[in-house]
């Protein structure tokens, strides 16, 4: 794939600013932990464990973008010094999870709702990315539509479980609750539909430069989104329930 040179510095560019949003982020939630009250801070610790991985990811996804890269040829094939693509898999395999286990931390439910709602958000999402490889890697439009449909069954009951099931149980809490988290699932909607949509963009876009620079772009930026804002939000929502819940505002 020849990028011309400012494509090819728009994806390093990217990538780059990528990489520090998650170590500034990470350092960010850890140092925030004491501003929120302990029971919240075990979702201040899964944040700062979703964007330390992507961390790492994205300093190995750089590398292998610098590696795969000659004079604005970026290697795409399956030989050893291709650009990985499976990086970002590995990363949404291990932070999707958290990213879930950090809205029902943040929450505060009950133990046996909390349970009930990670054994199956957990298991849901590890299907719905692993299911998505096949088809992000393959060539073939009908096996990239196939693994596209498998890995949205997954991807509809996660948002039926966050949307009608996680919905009920918040029928039992306090009022201020309940409209934070419809704001926590709006962010969450806007951003993990950037994902299928790149995808969907992948298979009836043409395997030009610029559709791969469209989908490196799109997926970077819905990855600080969905992780370091995401994140940030979290801790707000942390802090505004520590602070109603009588904690003392910061001297
Ligand atoms: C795939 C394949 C096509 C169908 C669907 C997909 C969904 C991916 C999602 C990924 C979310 C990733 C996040 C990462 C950041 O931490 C796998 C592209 C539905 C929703 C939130």
Known sequence: MQLDSNQW??????????????????????????????????????????TFIAGYHYLRIFDSFKHASENGMVKLDQSQDAFNEAYRYVDWLLTVPLLLVEVIAVLALTREVSRSLITRLVPASAAMIALGYPGEISDVQNTQVLYGVLSTIPFLYILYILFV??????????????????RLRLLLIATWGVYPIAYIFNIVGDASASSFVTVQVGYTIADVLAKCVFGLTILKIARMKSMAEGMKEDH
Not at 20 to 42: D, G, H
Not at 170 to 180: I, S, W
């Open 165 to 182: 099931e996680l919905g009920k149980s918040l029928e039992r809490q306090p009022a201020g609750v309940a409209e934070t988290v419809g």
């Open 9 to 50: 510095n728009l994806v390093y560019n990217v990538f780059s600013f990528g990489l520090i949003s998650m170590l500034a982020c990470t350092v960010y939630t850890l140092v925030s932990q004491q501003r929120v009250l302990p029971k919240y801070r075990n979702a201040l610790v899964m944040s700062s464990m979703v």
